[in-house]
């Protein structure tokens, strides 16, 4: 059963009675596991996208099934559930918490979780790990790089261990090298740790990373192809 | 989200606005404190007052011209002549009254005395030594006069402290004559300084016989009160009723509503004082819930800037899972943090200044007997009233918050 089935997805933003639309129904499916990039240019609809399926914004057409289930069948605590333990989120703006530490940016989510506190620590230090932070652990997030900032967003969205992790464009205030290390972090969550990653980008070279591009082109899908030849984070050909 | 991380967070969220969350809750800290010094104080001049009454003892009646009044048309009733000698004497037959009672009249007026060059305008009371006995205060230089000075309607005088001090300074003022309405009247007593007892400053009193009073200085033959003190507590309401109908059969008056007199006990009078303090301080604690109000306004205000300088961290917070019911408790709670604080203040610079009000009461007023008065209810009503202030207007602004789309709040600039 594919984690993500979208079925004719649109979506039109309403504002003062002008009708603009974005999506134009949007047909495909997602299995668990997958590294997914969805390409297109600036416009195209792709962060709109993003923010349906990850339950942030809402479709006006079709129907959008989440783990097998439609997701207009869920209530609202279900949904803030599903986003808590199921989706972490990597924005590119970062927003952390401003005068906070890495390690209460990381906690963030595990006070909304039904983890035991007791095994908050042990989760909050694992997921600092995984993103090479633990010599910033204690530091304000004020005081970090922008590299550093993005990699606390990613420990901060894989703190509770959700299936799926969305990235809207992760590298996108970054420099190359920030944003390669960004990349490597997430191919190793999607191939160690069997997270499904669902990553936003206009650039190819980081498209390419995924095992699978979605184009998005004026709201409709151009294409969805396999990639045949997977890079790893510096742009070079995997095995 | 568990409750002590919701705390947490509206506490952190409180301490990066350090000054502008102190100078939210004024508001409120001068509201509670209003209300508090309102109660306070109240209380205090209640208990003041009706320990003032009672220091008059309970066997104490006050039989006085015109019916009880109801209502400001009945002042004028007071200067009704229907008290006069036949009805002291009256009272005093025991055929009429029970008991074994001390009956004496009382007269009293306002004038200006004076000595050589010093003047005063004071308070002249016309009495008889059963009034220094109810009032249970004697000359600490000479002494009181006697029966026989009333009924030889001699000019002597006993003076208060204070009309000692304007009129003679520092050299003795028995054996001297002070001059009322052209007439020389002997200082025979002085009293020391006492205060206010009664509602009466004794300090500013000049005592005379009553007889002297009336015939001497006012020229008239009626009372303006008759004191009578029962035996015992116990007989005066059979000693009213007695008065009541002895005076109405002399009178020849038939419907109690037609009464040319009535008589005081200090029941009535404490039952009197108590709703009439206990009515303004109702009104001034409604007044003092103005300020409360505004009080609440302005936190509304500011948790609504504080909801929306904050959008992008509500975004986030839903985004990674926070409920609706999260955002409202964490917003709700920190203005109830803000209120219960502003609350506390109240309630400690409000015991505060009750202190220092009752000090200037007791120090420059004369009421030695005020007490510091601090109700443990006013605590509790202070920072539940507080809280619930934070609780009602910070509903609005917390639910704006949580109404807040995650995608719309992240995207706020």
Known sequence: ?239 | MRLTHTLKTAVIGLRTNKGRSMLTILGIVIGIMSIIMVMAVGKGAEDLILDQIRGMGSRTMSVEPGRMPQGLGDVYEIFTESLGDKEVEAIKNKNNVRGDNRVAPFVGFMDTVSHENEKMRTQIHGASELWMEIMDVYPEDGQMFTDSDVKQIARVAVIGSEVKNELFGESDAVGENIRIKGRNFKVVGVFPPTGVMMMMDVDSLIILPYTTTQKVLLGISHYHAILVQAETEAMVPGIVEDIKITLREMHGITDPDKDDFHVGTMEDAMQIIGSVTSALTILLTLVAAISLLVGGIGIMNIMLVSVSERTREIGLRKAIGATKGDIITQFLLESVILTIFGGIFGIMLGAGFTWLIGFAIREFGGFISWKFYFPISAVFLGVGVAGAIGLVFGLYPASQAAKKSPIEALRYE
Not at chain 1, 39 to 61: A, C, N, V, Y
Not at chain 1, 81 to 96: C, D, P, W, Y
């Open chain 1, 1 to 239: 059963m594919p984690i993500i089935k979208s079925k004719n997805i649109s979506k039109t933003y309403y504002a003062e009675e002008i009708e603009t639309p974005v999506l134009h129904g949007l047909d495909f499916e997602i299995e668990e596991g997958e590294f997914v990039a969805i390409m297109g240019p600036s416009g195209s609809g792709k962060s709109t996208l993003l923010h349906i399926l990850g339950f942030l914004d809402d479709q006006t057409g079709g129907t959008y099934h989440f783990n097998g289930k439609k997701i207009s069948d869920y209530t609202g605590a279900e949904i803030a559930h599903i986003r808590n333990k199921e989706m972490g989120f990597v924005f590119q703006a970062f927003n952390l918490l401003p005068r906070t530490t890495t390690y209460d940016n990381v906690k963030l989510p595990l006070v909304y979780s039904e983890y035991p506190e007791s095994e908050w620590d042990e989760m909050i230090m694992k997921a600092i790990e995984a993103v090479g932070l633990e010599h910033r652990t204690y530091f304000e997030t004020s005081q970090l790089s922008g590299g550093e900032k993005q990699r606390v967003a990613i420990a901060r969205a894989l703190v509770t261990n959700p299936t799926i992790i969305f990235a809207d464009e992760p590298t996108g205030n970054l420099d190359s090298k920030s944003g390669k290390k960004i990349i490597e972090i997430l191919q190793k969550l999607n191939e160690k740790d069997k997270h499904t990653i669902i990553l936003i980008t206009h650039e190819s070279e980081t498209a390419h990373c995924a095992e699978r591009i979605i184009h998005i082109k004026d709201g409709k899908i151009d294409s969805d192809k396999k990639v045949r030849h997977q890079k790893d984070a510096n742009h070079g050909y995997k095995k």
